[in-house]
């Protein structure tokens, strides 16, 4: 075992206000990086350079059905945003947040939960607004592209100072001041340009790729359409309710119950049992075994949780990794085409292995891996689009959820009891075509991002 030591003045403790030798050896080394290898470097927070920084409104915020997009935290992972999640304000209220109201190209930053994570605010995204635990940057483009900034602030080098710098006894969380004294190492103007290029590309992708999953849905709801009226208030006769059958509200509500009662009648509905080959979820390996980012070794497997899907695909950059000698007791195999599907905590989201994830990631128990026959009546990208729809995942996964202590769960058994409803053939044909190419280009954003940060952890070595 290799001790090291370094010298430092009592000046740069005091300053400092606490004793923390991680953040005295990485100043250390960022220093001799910074001299050895010839870079200007400025900081995240000097003047010339950071245009805007803020966070949203601290107070708790009251989410109407209809409105203007509001993103939190747990949204925004490295390099992504996720669409999926459904929360807006009213306009008055995104009128008074006029700070932190978004606009195209705003970069987002994370301080607390997955923090440090850093993205892009995309072309037409639309009115929006963030809360406290996100921070909007604008920045000078004339000193470096928010383009390169983004894969920066995302690379090993800045995951380190964070690392380093982080405060907070029970929750870490990031700071003003200690965003703003981020190192940034300006890079030659060629290593710019190719990583500018790199990401503008992995934003188009990625854009075209979403674009599809809508327009699936649309082509979808032409021709499933389903109108009923919600009933807050209803009664169940006695005699209804059969043996073994969950005695909850939701199990009948009418809502849930007519939508698959018609679903049956309108359509050629198919049971899931029927079509899947199997389906498996993953199990809880234990927090002694996990590690982070800057921890892991090449090999460790990524831990895939429910917040862990994001856009419909499994995020291979978690918060938490587990060791490739544990992992193998833990593996549930992962195809491309395989359908997962969530049954703990957040219920309902659905995603599919692309070619990129096969076997290389750990699913916890609440994630479902399913996989269909060879000869199913219907495609895994079908399958996929239509669990996607609220009316047939979401309706059918909150009947038969149930509240564990404090948890909700939906076991796995009520999954196989799930109705699919068959569209015309060329319907169908037309939706799995559309979201085959969706995940096409979703495996082609994967490989472009782990070959920006290859290049970035290569050009910054630490």
Not at 311 to 319: A, C, G, S, T, V
Not at 345 to 352: C, E, L, N, R, V
Not at 416 to 422: D, E, G, R, S, Y
Request: aromatic residues 10%.
């Amino acid at each position: 075992m290799t001790v090291k030591t370094i010298s430092i003045n009592s000046s740069k403790i005091l300053s400092d206000n606490r004793l923390s030798p991680k953040v005295f050896i990485i100043n250390d080394y960022l220093d001799k990086f910074e001299k050895k290898n010839n870079f200007k470097c400025i900081r995240f927070g000097d003047p010339e350079f950071l245009h805007k920084m803020t966070d949203g409104e601290h107070a708790g915020q009251t989410f109407v059905k209809q409105g203007i997009k509001f993103i939190k935290n747990s949204d925004v992972r490295d390099f992504n945003i996720d669409l999926s999640e459904d929360f807006y304000i009213s306009e008055e209220k995104h009128k008074m947040l006029k700070r932190s109201a978004l606009k195209d190209g705003d970069i987002l930053f994370t301080t607390i939960g997955h923090l440090g994570s850093a993205a892009l605010v995309p072309k037409n995204f639309g009115e929006a607004n963030i809360n406290q635990n996100l921070v909007l940057v604008r920045i000078n483009e004339k000193i470096l592209s928010k383009h390169f900034l983004v894969p920066y602030l995302n690379s090993r080098i800045v995951k380190k100072q964070i690392y380093a710098i982080l405060t907070g006894n029970i929750h870490s969380i990031l700071t003003y001041p200690k965003i703003k004294s981020i190192r940034i190492f300006l890079p030659s103007k060629s290593f710019h340009k190719k990583i500018v290029e790199l990401y503008e590309k992995f934003i188009k992708i990625e854009k075209e790729s979403n674009d599809l999953i809508s327009k699936s849905i649309e082509l979808f709801y032409e021709k499933f359409s389903i109108s009923e009226k919600k009933q807050k208030i209803f009664e169940v006769n006695s005699n209804l309710i059969k043996n073994g059958e969950l005695w909850t509200p939701k199990n009948f509500f009418p809502l849930y119950k007519n939508t698959i009662s018609k679903i049956k009648k309108n359509y050629e509905g198919v049971f899931l049992k029927t079509e899947i080959e199997n389906i498996m979820n993953g199990e809880e390996p234990g927090s002694k075994y996990y590690t982070n980012y800057l921890e892991k070794d090449k090999n460790d497997l990524p831990f895939i949780r429910t917040s862990d899907l994001i856009n419909h695909q499994i995020d291979l950059f978690p918060d938490n990794f587990i060791p490739d000698n544990i992992a193998k007791d833990f593996v549930v195999d992962l195809k491309q085409g395989d359908i997962l599907f969530t049954k703990d905590g957040k219920i309902g989201s659905t995603g599919m292995i692309v070619k990129e994830d096969e076997d290389k990631a750990i699913l916890s128990a609440g994630v479902s891996r399913i996989r269909l026959k060879k000869n199913s009546k219907i495609t895994p990208e079908y399958l996929f689009l239509a669990l996607t729809v609220k009316e047939i995942g979401f309706y059918q996964a909150d009947r038969k959820t149930v509240v564990a202590s404090t948890l909700p769960h939906l076991k796995e058994s009520e999954i196989l009891n799930f109705v699919i409803p068959q569209l015309d053939e060329n319907t169908s044909k037309k939706i799995s075509k559309l979201i085959k190419n969706s995940f096409e280009k979703k495996n082609e954003c994967k490989i472009l991002i782990k070959d920006i940060r290859k290049l970035m952890d290569n050009y910054y070595p630490i």
